[in-house]
């Protein structure tokens, strides 16, 4: 059934199509329609689960922790703020191994205070250890969660679905609603190897000396390198049931372009107007949209940019003292394997528009430029 | 006619609060108190966290603090720390002061920190459209709670007397006259005080709960605020629904930023 819904709630149908059982949030702007949905769905029984209202997102995190350590599948999203205030317990729900799944809607951290969106709360989260996937548009958004709880499920990992604040929480799309009955073809029941149980009882986060600590972090590594591949064929096996993929990036009229401007979320498809634009004008060009962020898909990103002749990265990010960041994974990435410049532009920060002349500015200044040493780049900034 | 223009950051309006929001009664109040007073606003400073109630200090010719969801408390602990002469007013809501400041607000009292805190009561959180809050009467309806919440409210007032409170008080912006005394005698009072105050949110609260109308969360908190030396006397039976109104505590006892001061002049000393 298609349905004109709000990207807050295409986040609640993927969530009600996965059949978690526990889900446990708090308030927070922009995000409070997404567990406000889930909690309607809960209480009129459109989904067999609990909803726990709680006093900070750092309980709410920690609720999940403990409903997914005895089993079940479990659900919270949050938004800046909050989920810097979740920030222990992503760390503890890695290390414990657990597959929550997380949908951060992106806003911008204060203070000066913003509801508006940009991406520096959950890449300040990078090293955490969650699995991130960017999302672009509604239908996407919803498609994602369930495959973020097989992804999790599969490598007993926690899972943020990651989409921007506004641009897509708040605005209308069509969105062709999947329901639990055919996800479950493709999504089976949650059976965790290991949960609490009084007839099998293991100890939980327990004290782990120099001897064995250090392993327990290489199995986490060893599962994110597992990460990509995975990602990429629970996306094939969703497109075998519902006829939709996204892949863990995506490559926009990139095969002969020598110039390769790279982005994420919602910037994608405002991205993708401007390179038919460009084209038309004769400008050999191209896009590449970054959906998965960690783990990071290096080999996809070399095999796609290294073709170019130049590549040029929007960050609506900053890593202070550094770079963009995805400039950051992106430079990485080709290092040491092609000399090519890398351009970094930073935009739209504190939600400022990122229009196509935005773009369109971002690509005539990439193809002007003749200094790669210039790495980070502002846009539009009042001096 | 009073001029409380006088104390307003124009500049920040249009105010953000819903018609028939009680917010801006407590803010009138509040600059009536001070200016009665006599207070320094050079020498005053408002601390306030998240929600609507914390838009208060925003709309204030005063030096302001908007901090983050809950640690209103902390930012303004180190506020008076720095500099015990200030005169620190802490706004909070249900939410911000009950749910995720919880902690801070038992310890803040617990240390009887020369801090006012004015406590904004509307039962709901307001600001991201009516989710139940921990001041959320059991039964009533929430975007959370469709069926009526389950879970026991805070008795907020009681729970700053019980962690150390010097002077606790319960209000609402229908008694206004009341509001405006014991917002004043909570500024003139060295130690932690609170003044709660019972606000209508009829945008989030009051459509849910049969309250839509303005007029009639008015008319609750008129016909449902009972003083406190009457509500003492009343049955249990009888209490049901009502809230008692009136100074709760005023006790004179040590206060943490003196007693700060006379622990380093007496080790100083020794």
């Known amino acids: ?383 | 006619m009073f001029n409380y223009l006088e104390y307003i950051r124009e500049s920040n309006f249009p105010h953000i609060w819903c018609a028939g929001c009680g917010d801006g009664i407590i803010l009138k109040a509040l600059i009536r108190a001070i200016d009665k007073l006599g207070m320094s606003r050079d020498e005053s400073v408002m601390v306030s966290g998240i929600g609507c109630s914390s838009r208060t200090p925003g709309y204030m010719d005063i030096n302001t603090l908007h901090t983050t969801h809950g640690r209103a408390l902390p930012f303004a602990t180190g506020v008076k720390l720095a500099n015990p002469d200030l005169k620190v007013i802490v706004i909070t809501g249900d939410g911000d002061a009950t749910a995720i400041g919880g902690n801070h607000f038992i310890h803040a009292a617990r240390r009887n920190i020369d801090l006012t805190v004015l406590l904004y009561n509307n039962y709901i959180y307001g600001m991201t459209g009516g989710q139940c809050s921990p001041m959320t009467p059991v039964g009533s309806k929430a975007s959370t709670a469709q069926h009526g919440n389950l879970e026991p409210s805070f008795n907020t007032s009681g729970l700053a007397i019980a962690a150390g409170a010097s002077f606790v008080a319960r209000t609402d912006v229908y008694h206004v006259q009341q509001c405006e005394k014991f917002i004043s005698k909570a500024l003139q009072k060295k130690g932690f005080s609170l003044v709660e105050i019972m606000t209508p949110c009829p945008t989030a609260y009051g459509r849910r709960n049969k309250m839509a109308n303005p007029v009639t969360m008015m008319e609750w908190l008129k016909d449902n605020m009972v003083p406190v030396a009457k509500y003492d006397k009343m049955t249990d039976q009888e209490r049901e629904g009502k809230v008692s109104a009136g100074i709760l505590c005023d006790i004179d006892k040590a206060e943490f930023t003196a007693e700060y001061d006379k622990l380093i002049k007496k080790v100083r000393t020794e």
């Open chain 1, 1 to 383: 059934m298609k349905k004109v819904i709000m990207g807050n709630h295409a986040v609640s149908y993927g969530v009600r199509a996965s059949e978690a059982k526990v889900i446990s949030a708090y308030p927070i702007t922009p995000q409070t329609h997404v567990v406000e949905l889930l909690s309607e769905m809960c209480a009129n029984g459109e989904i067999d689960a609990k909803f726990i209202k709680v006093e900070s997102e750092h309980s709410a995190m920690a609720a999940c922790v403990g409903a997914s350590a005895a089993g079940v599948r479990t659900f919270t999203a949050t938004s800046s703020q909050g989920l810097l205030l979740m920030h222990e317990m992503l760390h503890w729900a890695v290390g414990a191994r657990l597959p929550i799944v997380l949908a951060n809607i992106n806003r911008a951290v204060g203070p000066p205070w913003s509801i508006w969106t940009d991406q520096n709360d959950s890449l300040s989260q990078r090293d955490v250890g969650w699995l991130q996937l960017y999302v672009e548009s509604n239908q996407e958004t919803q498609d994602t969660i369930p495959q973020a709880f097989k992804i999790a499920e599969e490598l007993q990992m926690p899972v943020m679905v990651v989409m921007d604040a506004f641009f897509l929480s708040h605005t209308y799309e069509i969105v062709d609603l999947i329901e639990a009955e055919k996800v479950r073809e493709f999504l089976p029941p949650y059976q965790p190897e290991i949960k609490m149980d009084v007839n099998d009882p293991h100890s939980f986060g327990n004290l782990a000396g120099p001897d064995m600590y250090m392993e327990l972090r290489y199995m986490i590594q060893e599962a994110m390198e597992k990460g990509i591949d995975v990602i990429k064929r629970v996306d094939k096996e969703f497109e075998k049931v519902f006829g939709r993929g996204y892949g863990v990036v995506e490559a926009y009229r990139c095969d002969d372009a020598e110039t390769i401007l790279v982005t994420s979320g919602t910037v994608a498809s405002t991205t993708r107007a401007v390179i038919d634009e460009m084209r038309d004008e004769g400008i050999s060009i191209g896009a590449l949209k970054i959906r998965v962020f960690r783990p990071f898909p290096f080999e996809d990103v070399f095999e796609i940019l290294s073709k170019a002749k130049k590549v040029a990265v929007i960050d609506r990010n900053i890593s202070f003292g550094g770079h963009g960041i995805f400039y950051q994974e992106i430079k990485s990435a080709l290092y040491g394997r092609t000399g090519i410049p890398i351009l970094g532009y930073i935009a739209g920060l504190g939600g400022r528009d990122i229009t196509p002349s935005v773009i369109r500015e971002i690509a005539d200044k990439a193809l002007s430029d003749k200094n790669p040493e210039r790495y980070i780049n502002w846009i539009g900034v009042k001096r």
